[in-house]
């Protein structure tokens, strides 16, 4: 399929559409070269140096690689900026089911890979959350968004007790959709408060070494947010 003539108004922004479409559509195969930027150039009647740029963005973007003396090779059919606000765009029930996926593997891995220096990061991340605590149990109002911020090192800290890079990875680009689902759930009196013997339960399985105790507890610390996020969901259904 021919590539459409880009306009005259954000000529970059217009090719780097028009090239995310045509790789996302499948006119070039993964692991196949694009047309080189003279080709590009003629068939989007703009100039080289425009293509040159979008094929920059791509290439930042992580669909396409550039291999000098070879040219411009595309390595993937989906834009990771455009999956990222796709998680970004979810609702906290997505985002909670899609966090026990992550968080019981790591917590499985954990519980034999860990190091004492991990222990002790999630140790140090429950204290000073409920350092914040009123005699309720509830986040101090001034102190929401730290609140947060400690309960998402806790779990960074385990996930990152896994010793997975990609997992880490992962993890770390998605928690900031946990972090905007938390202070959501924080904000709302039906949702249920933070338990921390929930989360030293998961800690302390860890540390016994026993993965499936670890995945068990993972699974439990987030079940319940994710059955009051579902009950709330069927009580506003029409």
Not at 5 to 14: K, M, W
Not at 40 to 63: K, S
Not at 75 to 94: F, K, L
Not at 116 to 126: G, I, N, S, T, V
């Given at each position: ?115 004492p220096a991990d222990l002790e990061r999630m140790r140090a991340a429950l204290d000073a959350q409920t350092e914040l605590e009123d005699d309720h149990g509830q986040p101090d109002a001034d102190n929401v968004e730290l609140y947060a911020h400690h309960d998402i090192e806790f779990h960074k800290a385990v996930v990152e007790a896994a010793h997975n890079t990609a997992l880490t990875a992962t993890y770390t680009w998605f928690s900031s959709s946990v972090r905007e689902a ?57």
């Amino acid at each position: 399929m021919a590539l459409q003539a880009a306009g005259r108004q954000s000529l970059v922004d217009t090719v780097v559409e028009q090239l995310r479409a045509q790789v996302a559509a499948g006119e070039w195969p993964v692991g196949e070269r694009i047309p080189t930027e003279h080709a590009l150039a003629e068939q989007l009647q703009v100039g080289r140096n425009t293509v040159r740029e979008a094929v920059r963005v791509l290439v930042h973007a992580g669909m396409l690689r550039s291999r000098q003396g070879e040219g411009t090779f595309v390595v993937s059919t989906a834009d990771p900026a455009e999956i990222m606000r796709g998680v970004q765009r979810a609702g906290v029930r997505d985002v909670l089911e899609l966090r026990i996926a992550l968080e019981a593997e790591a917590a499985r891995l954990a519980a034999t890979r860990h190091e004492p220096a991990d222990l002790e990061r999630m140790r140090a991340a429950l204290d000073a959350q409920t350092e914040l605590e009123d005699d309720h149990g509830q986040p101090d109002a001034d102190n929401v968004e730290l609140y947060a911020h400690h309960d998402i090192e806790f779990h960074k800290a385990v996930v990152e007790a896994a010793h997975n890079t990609a997992l880490t990875a992962t993890y770390t680009w998605f928690s900031s959709s946990v972090r905007e689902a938390l202070l959501t759930a924080l904000g709302d009196r039906d949702m249920p408060r933070v338990l921390h013997g929930d989360h030293r339960d998961l800690m302390e399985a860890i540390a016994s070494g026993d993965p499936d105790a670890a995945d068990r507890a993972a699974r439990a610390l987030l079940e319940r947010p994710k059955q009051a996020v579902e009950a709330l969901l069927a009580d506003r259904r029409p």
